[in-house]
């Protein structure tokens, strides 16, 4: 059962992936038929990823007080129907259009709050050790194959209209949504909820003992987000400004950084354990593998240097990122798991939010700039990682 609810729980980031990824090749037809300006067509992701990480907390909080399912399961419902909306909204005239179609994608963003984060937090429920690491490697995993397939998808629905993208989200959620409520039972491992006092005496205590250290994980998942969401969202312009790229081609061509992605991340899973040294290691060398990537484009920007060498990029992230998984969710007991692992949710939106908007302000001054500026942050976040000492705040089961 254990087995079974993995693979179900793993489905969850699959579908929330979609929300923004999957419109990624279609946001410039979407800009020319809605008459939105390039920083208008980036806030189609960032709204979405904004209002998803101010909500994530809440959504942990939650889960921690009433129970996981009771959460995860009306904010799957929730992010399909702000899917839905989005998708009629670019039916209506084109002084609306743009407000409706915002407005339902941070409906959309709360919904996707209660959902990866929080099957993240029954997959650290679940599982100890290192079934846990595995299990955060498949989960990874499963986020980067919905980064592959869902430019594919997105192109492909795009051939018919721009808008059909949003109108996929509720046919891959409802069935998965089914199958949660059916097969996935509330965790036997979540203990009860304690007082309101003794719940905050839990987080002020992690606070003091590990706050320095979480701080370091959040700022290395912020990172690390930004770079990859905002460099796709270059790549999907550049591709149609720079070499007239559209389509299914822009697609394939899109899904080799985050196809990357996914195998790193499902090999790391494999490789680390919580209580070694492995998550820490393997999170700097991939933090690293994306800052090389990032200070080689200063230099290489030509079309073939920039597609072979997104693959290091993709494969940073994805050790980085499920290293990161099981440092943040071995990092609380359970009582304080949801909303610790939620914050950590919370700011990974946060830096998917921020990309798009960040390099759609950068890269018309200077593409130099913009790589180099990223590579820096790169380096800074794993300098950050390094420095902070994580010997005394030994792994919870």
């Not at 419109?23 to 300006?37: D, Y």
């Not at 595995?134 to 869902?150: Q, T």
């Not at 370091?216 to 720079?242: D, K, Q, R, Y």
């Not at 700097?284 to 920007?301: K, N, Y």
Request: include cysteine.
């Amino acid at each position: 059962m254990k087995r079974q609810g993995a693979w179900l729980l793993a489905g969850v980031p699959f579908v929330m992936v979609l929300g923004n990824s999957m419109l990624i090749p279609v946001l410039p037809s979407l800009k020319k038929a809605l008459g939105m300006s390039t920083f208008q067509t980036g806030l189609v992701i960032s709204l979405f990823s904004l209002a998803a990480g101010l909500s994530i907390p809440w959504a942990g909080l939650l889960a921690d007080r009433v129970g996981r399912r009771r959460v995860l399961l009306p904010a799957l419902a929730l992010y399909a129907l702000g899917g839905l909306g989005a998708g009629f909204s670019c039916f209506l005239s084109s002084a609306l259009a743009p407000i409706l179609l915002l407005l339902s994608r941070a409906v959309q963003g709360v919904g996707a709050a209660g959902t990866a984060p929080v099957a993240m937090v029954m997959v650290g429920d679940l599982f100890q050790g290192g079934k846990r690491s595995r299990a955060l490697g498949i989960f990874e995993a499963s986020n980067g194959l919905g980064k592959i397939l869902s430019p594919l998808l997105g192109a492909a629905a795009g051939l018919l209209g721009f808008f059909w993208p949003f109108f996929l989200f509720p046919c891959f959620v409802f069935p998965l949504l089914v199958l949660l409520w059916w097969l996935v039972p509330e965790p036997e491992s979540r203990p009860k909820a304690v007082s309101s006092q003794t719940y905050w005496e839990i987080l002020k205590s992690i606070g003091r003992q590990k706050g320095v250290w979480l701080a370091s994980i959040f700022l290395a998942g912020l990172t690390t987000l930004l770079t990859l969401f905002g460099f796709l969202f270059f790549l999907s312009e550049h591709f149609e400004t720079a070499w007239r790229i559209k389509g299914l081609l822009k697609g394939t061509l899109l899904a080799l950084p985050t196809g990357c992605t996914c195998l790193a991340a499902f090999l790391t899973g494999k490789l680390i354990k919580p209580r070694s040294r492995l998550p820490r290691l393997f999170a700097l060398s991939g933090m690293f593998l994306m800052a090389l990537f990032f200070a080689g484009l200063i230099f290489f920007q030509q079309f073939w240097p920039l597609v072979a060498l997104s693959g290091l990029a993709g494969i940073g992230a994805g050790a980085t990122l499920t290293s990161l998984n099981t440092l943040a969710t071995s990092s609380a007991g359970p009582q304080a798991r949801g909303l610790v692992t939620s914050l950590y949710g919370g700011v990974r939106f946060l830096g998917a939010a921020s990309g798009p908007s960040l390099f759609s302000l950068l890269v018309p001054h200077s593409l130099p700039l913009t790589f180099g500026l990223t590579a820096a942050l790169c380096l800074l976040s794993a300098l950050v990682l390094f420095l902070v000492k994580p010997e005394a705040t030994g792994p919870h089961p």
